[in-house]
């Protein structure tokens, strides 16, 4: 039986190696990219001013042109400061994994984030959610806050075992007064339409969907009967592996599910990362900011 002094010790190192792993990452091109990514995006109302030939019309105030019969336009100046939230999933599917859990490759992806919001001055939070929204910290600045939510991430254990997105979508639209950054972190496998919520969230915030996959949630391996149970219901079922009617059948649930998965986030306009358990997640990481650098060119 571990001492307090020694499960304190053993989180300490966990944080560690965490800080250590997302370094290079962070130092090398995410900080950057994030920078021309995302800073600045964030604007506030300064005043309206008359129309002039080249405007944007979207920025036309509508209620002032009718008022003096001419077109006025909204000011806009930047906000200093931007805000980055994790809306991480720590439902009881993320625990599965064959090589790692997606848990753990889950943390090491929010921790890159977060030290990169670090690099940048910006304010960094979390909520943390199953079926509920379970532990939430307000975005604010600082290593040692970062360092917090990471253990937080690391050493937190759920009270509920399911999934619902759309709460902890909902949570973050009434907490996150201003636009913020959204990064969605789960499987995203839950049973539950949440596209009216997505479609809310991303209306004032810029949001970002990353999906954890591991790769023996997309292929059963020919190995006979097996029994299975799901995490989160604790439902256990016997299948046979060995049948290729049932392999194949699987294999079309799990793709249809993905694609279903790709298209609605399409239709929402949100961008979306699937990162695999057995690949490194820089390369899906890094693709992501490289695109999205090139469309805002």
């Known amino acids: 039986m571990k001492t307090d002094v020694e499960k304190t010790k053993a989180l300490l190192k966990n944080v560690k ?24 995006r964030g604007i506030e109302f300064s005043d309206v001013r008359e129309y002039m030939v080249g405007d944007d019309v979207r920025n036309i105030d509508w209620k002032v042109t009718a008022r003096f019969n001419q077109p006025y336009v909204k000011e806009f100046v930047e906000e200093r400061d931007l805000t980055l939230y994790i809306l991480f999933d720590v439902s009881a599917s993320n625990l599965f994994g064959s090589e790692r859990d997606k848990k753990s490759i889950a943390i090491e992806v929010a921790a890159s984030l977060m030290f990169a919001a670090l690099r940048n001055n910006d304010n960094a939070g979390l909520v943390m959610f199953t079926e509920n929204v379970e532990k939430f910290f307000r975005a604010k600045k600082g290593k040692k806050h970062i360092l917090r939510m990471i253990r937080e991430m690391l050493f937190y254990m759920p009270e509920r075992k399911g999934t619902n997105i759309g709460n902890a979508m909902r949570f973050i639209s009434k907490i996150a007064k201003k636009r913020s950054v959204v990064f969605i972190i789960s499987d995203f496998l839950a049973q539950e339409d949440f596209e009216h919520e997505l479609r809310l969230l991303k209306h004032k915030h810029d949001v970002i969907a990353v999906c954890i996959r591991d ?20 439902e256990q079922m016997l299948i046979d592996t060995s049948d290729p009617n ?49 469309r805002m060119r």
């Open 215 to 234: 790769e023996r949630e997309l292929e059963l391996p020919d190995i006979g009967y097996i029994e299975v149970e799901d995490e989160e219901t604790e």
């Open 246 to 294: 049932f392999r194949t059948a699987y294999v079309k649930v799990m793709r249809e599910k993905d694609e279903k998965l790709a298209k609605l986030m399409k239709r929402c306009g949100v961008d979306f990362i699937k990162i695999m358990t057995h690949e490194s997640f820089e390369i899906p990481l890094k693709r992501f900011f490289m695109l999205r650098e090139k």
């Open 17 to 40: 190696r965490i800080e250590i792993k997302t370094k290079h990452l962070v130092d090398g091109l995410l900080t950057g990219a994030y920078h021309s990514v995302f800073k600045g």
